[in-house]
């Protein structure tokens, strides 16, 4: 039931763009997308109910597909402060707050 | 004020021993939660308490008994620690089963 991200990892200079995908074998009623940086606590970012949904602003956005099995992360124009690593939690059957992560994607933003 | 805090943040111990990790809540939020992060970041739930009721209880060695004494308290008491055992805790809250804040972690090491 663990959902997959894809890539593990990615490298990006400054100012460029990154897609973080995380994937389901079934349907999900949510996607909650979190960032923790080294030693730190996962952060919330954002989390997605609805078929079809595009959430977030320019910079930092996500989409959650029709079928409620895929979602994507899109950082625009990365800053520094973007490294971490970003893992999707996943809902099944409903607002249990029983969140299954996937196995986190780590992003380094290089100068 | 931090939101979500967990005491003690680092906690070096012997195998065998018994130790506690104390989480508090100042959100108001009816649902708390202890997540465990092994070696590899993989982030996955272990009980979850709702109004001081356990809603969740994962497949978790029974030398783990949380407790709550009131919604705004969960904590974490672990008997006979293994080597296994090392790992980050996180409490986490939520208010239902919406966005989940986390709290900065625990690090256990058992020796």
């Known amino acids: 039931q663990q959902p997959v991200q894809s890539p593990q990892a990615v490298i990006l200079r400054e100012g460029e763009d990154a897609v973080i995908n995380c994937s389901s074998s079934?349907?999900?009623?949510?996607v909650h997308w979190y960032r923790q940086k080294h030693g730190e606590a996962p952060v919330f970012l954002m989390i997605?109910?609805?078929?079809?949904e595009q959430k977030g602003h320019e910079k930092i956005s996500a989409s959650f597909n029709e079928k409620k099995q895929q979602s994507s992360l899109y950082l625009t124009a990365s800053q520094l402060s973007y490294s971490g690593t970003y893992f999707c939690g996943t809902e099944i059957g409903g607002n249990t707050g029983k969140l299954i992560f996937g196995q986190g994607t780590t992003l380094q933003v290089k100068p | 004020d931090t939101a979500v805090s967990q005491t003690p943040k680092y906690l070096v111990t012997q195998m065998g021993n018994d130790k506690s990790i104390k989480c508090e809540q100042n959100l108001g939020h009816d649902t708390m939660y202890w997540y465990k992060q092994d070696s590899k970041k993989f982030l996955k739930i272990m009980f979850s308490y709702n109004n001081k009721e356990l809603i969740i209880n994962e497949t978790v060695p029974n030398r783990f008994s949380p407790k709550s004494p009131d919604k705004a308290h969960l904590n974490l008491h672990i008997n006979s620690l293994e080597l296994g055992d090392s790992a980050v805790y996180f409490c986490?809250?939520?208010?239902?089963?919406?966005?989940?804040?986390f709290g900065e972690g625990s690090w256990l090491t058992v020796v």
């Open positions: 997605l109910l609805k078929g079809g």
């Open positions: 986490a809250s939520s208010l239902g089963g919406n966005t989940i804040y």
């Open positions: 079934k349907a999900l009623y949510s």
